[in-house]
């Protein structure tokens, strides 16, 4: 197992002996989205350009393709966590390239509409060595809105304390759970390919599957293969790592919560929403939950 999974239990606050909350707003003027369209092909300065699709044209400039990218690579993203002028998202939504939805109280999350994530697919280099940032549209599971609403935001601490601790770091991509449980079932399929007696059902043995999860470098207990939230991968030096990052939200309980603190995932917080609306995730150390 790596050392980059379990975090840096080290970096605490003196006060309350929890890691310390970064914010890249407090930093120099680096954006957390640029590393997120690091493989697109599409506008970085200020003044729109005209961007073709098939036989569709936009307008975008560098605002508007990190919007988009951004929103992409993590479904859906609060407004308020996206940092940026109405007129942006304004005209996003005059593209016909995001829409927003409801998130509870005065909160609104932006998704990208099935136009917004054929832009970035159509823009998105090909790299024969690395495969590219994966965009999603729309919201696929309804009921976890609330939850998967809070990603970015743990994102932006991460990003942010992985410059930090590391000056030479390049992040090359964000990998959603869905995404890592598509190649698992990829694997576990791979035998029934092709196979005209197949039921569907996997039939991979748990030696095959422990070697499975040790070669992706995630836990494997309980006789399952524990995922993520999300995956951030990142080159130091020309050495290939990664953090893994779980959100806890206020039904996470008992067993639960000690099984998934138990991955030795970089775990985030988000509390109840009160009165003062939305609560921003804060980093925990698994300790405290085992």
Known sequence: MSDARWGDLRERDRDDERPRVYDERDRDDHDPRDCLMRDLDLPRGEERELVVDRNRVHELNGEDSRTLA??????????HELDIHDDTLDHLRDEGLVETIDLGGDDRGVVLTKDGRDVLDSHTLDREDKAPQAYCAGVSRSREIDHDSNLYATYRQEEARLRDEHGGLDIRRVILEQDLKREYQEFLQEP????????????????????????HDLPYFDGQVHFPDYRIEYEIDGRERHEDVELFTPHYRGAHAVSRAKTGFRIYVVGSRGGGGRSAPQPRVMEEFL
């Open 192 to 215: 029934n390919r092709n196979r005209s007696d197949s039921d569907g059902r996997p039939n991979r043995d748990e030696e095959e599957i422990r070697d499975w999860a040790r070669e």
């Open 70 to 79: 951004a929103v992409g690579a993590f479904r859906v993203v609060p407004e």
